[in-house]
T-cell receptor, first 111, second 111 residues
């Protein structure tokens, strides 16, 4: 089992460009999450999903959109990237009330 | 909205000394989880606490959940160099599936 897989692992964008981060899990988990990690800020929740076809806003949702069309996939989109979105993005999944399993992270730089 | 505060942000100790990190929530939590992240890695689950006043131990690590379910602590006895990393608490509320992380405490251990 691969667990939680994030693609791409690294990406450099120019301001205004768009991109999608893909998260895939093979553990049949109901819940999936996108967090961003910045120095001194911990892990901040962007969006999350409690099941296929559902999404909800987290702490810092502005500038991001998500979709969960299939249970195993959770996509994070940036429509118009800004330098403030330079960060490390972590996807995680879990069973209901279970522990989070994290991907390896995706490092995004916006110039 | 729900906020989870964690202190201290950094802690430097001599090997063999004890270490404690504290987590406080602005709202009553249904459960709290603790994670450890090594430099360059992703967060890894340590434990989950659910009951008011709960105390759990893992070898040299002791985890507590406050009576009011609004605060928690992680205590490490006789630190070792392998304890180096950032420790995060994450609070869950109700049945929403939302999981909010504290800012983390980065532990450095001098041999």
């Amino acid at each position: 089992n691969a667990g939680v897989t994030q693609t791409p692992k690294f990406r450099v964008l120019k301001t205004g460009q768009s991109m999608t981060l893909l998260c895939a899990q093979d553990m049949n988990h109901e819940y999936m999450y996108w967090y961003r990690q910045d120095p001194g800020m911990g892990l901040r929740l962007i969006h999350y999903s409690v099941g296929e076809g559902t999404t909800a806003k987290g702490e810092v949702p502005d500038g991001y959109n998500v979709s969960r069309l299939k249970k195993q996939n959770f996509l994070l989109g940036l429509e118009s990237a800004a330098p403030s979105q330079t960060s490390v993005y972590f996807c995680a999944s879990r069973l209901v009330y279970g522990e989070l399993f994290f991907g390896e992270g995706s490092r995004l730089t916006v110039l | 909205g729900q906020q989870v505060m964690q202190i201290p942000q950094y802690q430097h100790v001599q090997e063999g000394e004890d270490f404690t990190t504290y987590c406080n929530s602005s709202t009553t939590l249904s459960n709290i989880q603790w994670y450890k992240q090594r430099p360059g890695g992703h967060p890894v689950f340590l434990i989950q606490l659910v009951k008011s006043g709960e105390v759990k131990k893992q070898k040299r690590l002791t985890f507590q959940f406050g009576e009011a379910k609004k605060n928690s602590s992680l205590h490490i006895t006789a630190t070792q160099t392998t304890d180096v990393g950032t420790y995060f608490c994450a609070g869950g509320s109700g049945n929403t599936g939302k999981l909010i992380f504290g800012q983390g405490t980065t532990l450095q251990v001098k041999p």
